[in-house]
């Protein structure tokens, strides 16, 4: 049964109960695109458009978003084919810029948002809430993968997020999801070690550095938030 099938019934099951308000919907990862240079290129993979055509029906139907998994150290490098880094960050230093006719993209975060908001306008749905449902920067195990980047990539997202600006064809802000608040130590690691290392803080609740999660410009508490960290896990 397609993915799409299952969400509606799904959504119907949850009609008849009356819980009309919970919206349904499932992540996708930025591979549901064709590969383009700019953001106005892109448009939906031709061998499985059409299940993505039933399932964005389904979600302006139902009032649901479209949710996104990203990770721009994956899409720089294997995507993009950058040997540069730098356009992974907010304060790219670089001067690498990619320009989309009267569109000046600096960061790989916004071009990539930008990437779906196209496909999905293309296909008649452009005000379509897109919601990042998970995005991170690993801290071992990959190429570029290293406590220093992963704080600067975080905390760079995080004045994104607080600047609620959003970007060129999504203005606003973007509700946006961390992958992931602490390693996971068991976790699988089938196509690589990078898999248990996306945490700000290590398995055991030790923050790798410190980052203040209030968006606010002050001195982050690290004991305080690996207390709430703990408190969590013993829930």
């Known amino acids: 049964m397609g993915k799409w099938r299952v969400l509606k019934l799904i ?7 009356g819980l009309r308000d919970v919206k349904t919907t499932t992540t ?25 055509l039933e399932s964005l029906e389904e979600f302006n139907r139902t009032g649901a978003s479209f949710v996104l ?19 992974a ?32 306008k293309k296909v008649e ?8 449902g998970e995005i991170g920067w690993p801290t071992d195990g990959y190429l570029h993968a290293n406590i220093k980047n992963a704080e600067r990539f975080h905390k760079g997202l995080l004045k994104f997020i607080a ?18 608040l602490s390693d996971e130590n068991k976790f699988g690691h089938k196509s690589g070690a990078f898999q248990r290392h996306w945490g700000i803080y290590e398995a055991d609740g030790n923050p790798k550095y410190k980052i203040d999660f209030s968006l606010q410009v002050r001195v982050s508490n690290d004991r305080t938030a690996t207390c709430i960290l703990r408190k969590l896990r013993a829930l």
């Open 125 to 132: 749905y452009p005000n379509m809430k897109i919601v990042i």
């Open 163 to 180: 600047s609620e600006k959003g970007t060129s064809l999504r203005p606003g802000p973007i509700d946006i999801y961390l992958h992931s």
């Open 69 to 87: 998994c990203m990770f721009p150290i994956y899409f720089i490098k294997d995507v993009m084919n950058y040997t540069n880094i730098e356009f």
């Open 11 to 17: 959504r119907e099951v949850l009609d008849e109960v």
């Open 28 to 52: 996708h990862g930025m591979d549901v695109l064709k590969f383009a240079k700019v953001p106005s290129d892109a448009d939906f993979r031709d061998d499985i458009k059409e299940p993505m």
């Open 89 to 120: 960050f907010f304060d790219n230093d670089s001067g690498l810029e990619v320009q989309d006719g009267n569109v000046t993209y600096t960061n790989v975060v916004e071009l990539m948002i930008d990437s779906v908001a196209w496909a999905i």
